[in-house]
């Protein structure tokens, strides 16, 4: 039995019974009481039936939609501005309330919702530099500004469900470059435990390794990891509601999607992409350079060859396709960079082609 449906019950009851009064009363100019009593009575529960949840459970669950739509950041600074005015409405509603009336009956409540409007809209306005303040207090007071500084604290960072089932975010957040709440809503939570449940292989053991992921994540003690029930209405994909969460929230979504990386970017929302990380980090090589490489399978192009650095930048070997299984010494000629990655093209020496070993 669902809530709404109590309330519906109980509204239509004291509609009916007021309905029913107002009736008896209409009734007795008329001689009719009975009948007046319950005609309106019926009506009256009919009204009830119908506008009950009207005004009981849907304002509430508006409100509800409402506030988990706003960050932590926002609840707080809203809250302290509220405390903040309504502490002033009551310091200046004693000599308010000396005024001649009808002034000294009116300007007090008028004071507390002047001030407590003006009050919050001000705190969350100035919200970033509140917290900022708070930061540089909390990082005086002797922790030296660790993880459970108001920075750390206040900055959040929205995981999509390719990046958590990639699985490095893990190694990553251990370093202590992603400061602050790595926040995982329902839905992408949701969506992984539908990937772990699939009845194909490959996707199942990518759910569960998923799943794995965030167990650890959560186990971490300098890692903070949240799993809200925040949800955005009227969207049914989980990448498009992440870009709108991340908008009402003002936070980046850490992802390594690449359709997901261009949609949120073309709407201005902040992107952290662990790909684009990655190839940061590589190795930097420049044409001329010397690489020894095993070369491991043919290229898509005549006489190419394939092999890889140790980090993973895959190394076309123009001449290589006759040294497939072999260490060769290769001269770097061109690097480029792709929205996949870095690329090297490079050529065996003709001097090395001779010294090769097979890889035993």
Sequence with gaps: MSAEFIFRIIGMLIFALLGGYWGGRAGLFANDAI????????????????????????????????????????????????????????LSA????????????????????LFGYLSVSLFVMRQGDIMSLLSALSGRGGNGGGSTSWTNLNRTILLDTSVIIDGRVSDIAKTSFLPGTLLIPRFVLNELQYIADSPDGLRRQRGRRGMEILAELQKQPNILTRISDIDVDGMRDVDDKLVVLARQLKCPILTNDYNLNRVAELQGVTILNINELANAVKSVVLPGEILRINVIQEGKERDQGVGYMDDGTMVVVENGREFIGEYQEVGVTKVLQTAAGRMIFARVEEGQKNEGTKEK
Aim: hydrophobic share 55%.
């Design 94 to 113: 004693f000599p308010l309330s000396l005024l001649p009336d009808p002034f000294g009956s009116v300007l007090p409540f008028v004071g507390v919702v």
């Design 35 to 90: 009948n007046y009593f319950y005609v309106f009575g019926l009506v009256g529960a009919l009204v009830g039936l119908i506008l009950t949840p009207y005004l009981t459970n849907r304002p509430i669950k508006a409100i509800r939609s409402a506030l988990g739509q706003l960050s932590a950041e926002t609840l707080f600074a809203g809250l302290t501005g509220l405390v903040v005015g309504l502490l002033i409405a009551a």
